[in-house]
T-cell receptor, first 111, second 115 residues
Framework: QKEVEQDPGPLSVPEGAIVSLNCTYS??????FMWYRQYSRKGPELLMY????GNKEDGRFTAQVDKSSKYISLFIRDSQPSDSATYLC???????????FGSGTRLSIRP | EAGVAQSPRYKIIEKRQSVAFWCNPI?????LYWYQQILGQGPKLLIQ????????DSQLPKDRFSAERLKGVDSTLKIQPAKLEDSAMYLC?????????????FGPGTRLTVT
């Protein structure tokens, strides 16, 4: 069993839709949860960062962490074609420990 | 500030040949990481440097991969000899600047194809 599981997609939605991306994990020691966006042929860039459980909002993006269910989500509101990319969830036990990435979900926003 | 620089961007080699990748981190970042990202997978950490010392190389295939960061700034990752399964994107990242020291900044990567 992988430590972090993520549906690879692809996921295709119309522009303006709300997108929900999810990951599950098995290691209860994870405390820091992140979402990265990776455009084709580019390196990942950090989108959202959350410590422990709860919600965090940044513009059109909301990250949710449910540690009791070992489940994290990223919501994108008013999705735009420029949001088309691969989204990687990631987590770590402490701020200095190794990051474990999910396999990524490929998202396409149709104009 | 300038981002993480990597070269070359693309490399095609035959199996059993050797290849080297170069990374220059963001200025002032003490920690440097090399990741391997196979198509359809997330990045996997190969090696982590703190200044010029190795912090974690537990997933580096040491029989064929080597990495160094001699002066605590730029770094090279070498594969010798390459195998078909080494075809992947090799990403360099750095962290440790002011502010959010946990955040890793990734370079554009080097896409390696082994034929």
């Amino acid at each position: 069993q992988k430590e972090v599981e993520q549906d690879p997609g692809p996921l295709s939605v119309p522009e303006g839709a709300i997108v929900s991306l999810n990951c599950t994990y098995s290691n209860s020691a994870f405390q820091y949860f992140m979402w990265y966006r990776q455009y084709s042929r580019k390196g990942p860039e950090l989108l959202m960062y959350t410590y422990s459980s709860g919600n965090k909002e940044d513009g059109r993006f909301t990250a949710q962490v449910d540690k009791s269910s070992k489940y994290i989500s990223l919501f994108i509101r008013d999705s735009q074609p420029s949001d088309s990319a691969t989204y990687l969830c990631a987590m770590r036990r402490s701020s200095a420990s190794k990051i474990i990435f999910g396999s990524g979900t490929r998202l396409s926003i149709r104009p | 500030e300038a981002g993480v620089a990597q070269s070359p961007r693309y490399k095609i080699i035959e199996k059993r040949q050797s290849v080297a990748f170069w990374c220059n981190p963001i200025s002032g970042h003490a920690t440097l990481y090399w990741y391997q990202q196979i198509l359809g997978q997330g990045p996997k950490l190969l090696i982590q440097f703190q200044n010029n010392g190795v912090v974690d190389d537990s997933q580096l295939p040491k029989d064929r991969f080597s990495a160094e960061r001699l002066k605590g700034v730029d770094s090279t990752l070498k594969i010798q000899p390459a195998k078909l399964e080494d075809s992947a994107m090799y990403l360099c990242a750095s962290s440790g600047g002011q502010g959010s020291s946990y955040e890793q900044y990734f370079g554009p990567g080097t896409r390696l194809t082994v034929t």
